[in-house]
């Protein structure tokens, strides 16, 4: 089990970006595919964005893509969420999870798929 920890929320203009970061301890970090997912209020967890194992390989939800990225430092054992042209519907808390595919190159838009999750951070964008 890896344990994760998100931080970098907060309240933010509409337009404006923020990162976000998941800190990864417990297991070798190398050996996980990391994903973002979002909840906002009412709604069921969505997926936001995933890299894989082997950070080759990157998807995104649809509604996102373009504004954007996710990225790893595997010697920080951290994976980021930079999120540009953030609008009002990317309100919601959002969370960092992590699994152990068989397949290196795998990207999983799938919450079942993940494993292990942090706890969340909240994302605010005012309009």
């Known amino acids: 089990q890896v344990q994760l920890v998100e931080s970098g929320g907060g309240l933010v203009q509409a337009g404006g970006s923020l990162r976000l970061s998941c800190a990864a301890s417990?297991?070798?970090?190398?050996?996980?595919?990391m994903g973002w997912f979002r909840q906002a209020p009412g709604t069921e967890r969505e997926f936001v964005a995933a890299m894989s194992r082997s950070g080759g390989n990157t998807c995104y939800a649809a509604s996102v893509k373009g504004r954007f990225t996710i990225s790893r430092d595997t010697a920080e054992n951290t994976v980021y969420l930079q999120m540009s042209s953030l609008k009002a519907e990317d309100t919601a808390v959002y969370y960092c999870?992590?699994?152990?595919?068989?397949?290196?190159?795998?990207?999983?838009?799938?919450?079942?798929?993940?494993?292990?999750w942090g706890q969340g951070t909240q994302v605010t964008v005012s309009s």
């Open positions: 999870a992590a699994r152990q595919p068989s397949i290196s190159s795998s990207c999983s838009q799938l919450a079942t798929s993940y494993r292990d």
């Open positions: 417990g297991r070798t970090f190398s050996n996980y595919a």
